[in-house]
């Protein structure tokens, strides 16, 4: 499924759209370039989940976790993993403990990720700087049974 957004605003909608179809253990990674809106996508997600504190990237923390909605939020950004990985981490501990894990730059620590998951590419617009395409790729029938409920929202909508 693919859908594009016109303003970060309509970014961090699509993503509240998402959170109330998200259950515990569910892994979403996120793919796009500097500056493509993975992490306002995130911010989206938190609103969505009843978090309302600040979600910044977790750049230099690799996983920040949010405790204050209806599920916890795992926010990992594991860029700085490039060629190191995530071994050490317990990755595994999130991705299957009791909230939802989003995964920027998730290539660095692909040995680590489940085999069923749901990918996000955010892609810009070169001639406009404020829109989105969002590519939505299930991995697996939950993450595809997600991916029809969010469709069939986002065009109810």
Not at 10 to 33: E, K, N
Not at 61 to 68: D, F, M, S
Not at 115 to 127: A, G, S
């Amino acid at each position: 499924m693919e859908y594009t957004t016109t303003d970060a605003a309509s970014t961090q909608a699509v993503g509240a759209a998402l959170a109330p179809l998200l259950q515990a253990g569910d892994v979403i990674l996120l793919d796009g370039d500097l500056g493509a809106g993975k992490t306002t996508f995130t911010k989206g997600v938190a609103a969505g989940l009843g978090i309302h504190r600040n979600v910044k990237s977790p750049t230099f923390n690799l996983i920040k976790e949010y405790h204050q909605g209806r599920l916890p939020l795992y926010h990992m950004d594991v860029y700085r993993l490039e060629g190191v990985g995530g071994a050490d981490l317990g990755l595994q501990e999130y991705f299957n403990g009791s909230g939802v894990s989003l995964v920027e730059w998730s290539q660095f620590v692909a040995e680590d990720l489940p085999q069923d998951f749901l990918m996000i590419r955010l892609q810009k617009d070169d001639d406009d700087f404020d829109r989105r395409k969002i590519i939505f790729t299930p991995h697996g029938d939950r993450y595809a049974t997600l991916v029809d409920q969010l469709a069939q929202q986002l065009h109810t909508n």
